[in-house]
């Protein structure tokens, strides 16, 4: 029997140090109330400063954790992190379609802060084209998005609403694009939707720099997602979430 309580589903990989992937997702997901259940994608060590090993889980594990998953709680929305490999990204979006009324938020994690490359780069299409169009939303940051439209990092406003409209019409539903690689005292997120125009989540720039604040804000999009609030006061209260947190720590 299922679980009746509302679950978001991770699936992503470990950290070691406990910054970034599943730790701060559960971590993340139940300050907003809500349970999680899990598929992990990969098996990392790393410290704060740097990944010296990653283990892919085979895409099969991934499948049948997911099925599991699916099968033992009520599931209200799915979070995306590091899936590592083109076939889990595949066996991924086949599941994604069986559930098509679940919300599911895609962090497209392609790389470490510290640089070391965490999906292969095969699997970059796939992705693009496979998954995300899938996803209610995704939440790159301006490398990411540069990676996703194969293009150079976009330096102005205009640069990234560009890329977004490109990531748009190759069918992707929403993205949040976040502004913390940019320059200026303002960080600035945008949510682009394919059915409506822009909104800007305007706030400063938080001082100093913390690991896993990209596992963070889609894990709290998902949770708010998860309680049943629509996509854009979800991003509202994620931002909150997130810059309390930075504030706390």
Known sequence: MAMSAAHVLVVAGSDSSGGAGI??????ISAFGVKTCLAVTAVTVQTHEAVSRVDLCAPEMVEAQMLA???ANRVTAIKIGMLGAGETVERVAAIL???????VVLDPVIASSSGRALLAEDAIETMREKL????SLVT???PELALLTREEEAECEADRHAQAGRMLAGGVRALLVKGGHARGVRAVDTLFRADGPPLHFDGPRLP?????????LASAVAADLARGDALEASVRTAKTHLSERWLAA
């Open 23 to 28: 730790a701060r997702d559960i971590e993340t």
């Open 69 to 71: 998953a699916l099968s």
């Open 97 to 103: 379609r069986a559930n098509a009324d679940i919300p």
């Open 132 to 135: 995300m169009p899938l996803c």
């Open 140 to 142: 790159p940051n301006l």
């Open 208 to 216: 100093g720099a913390m690991r896993g604040t990209g596992c963070m």
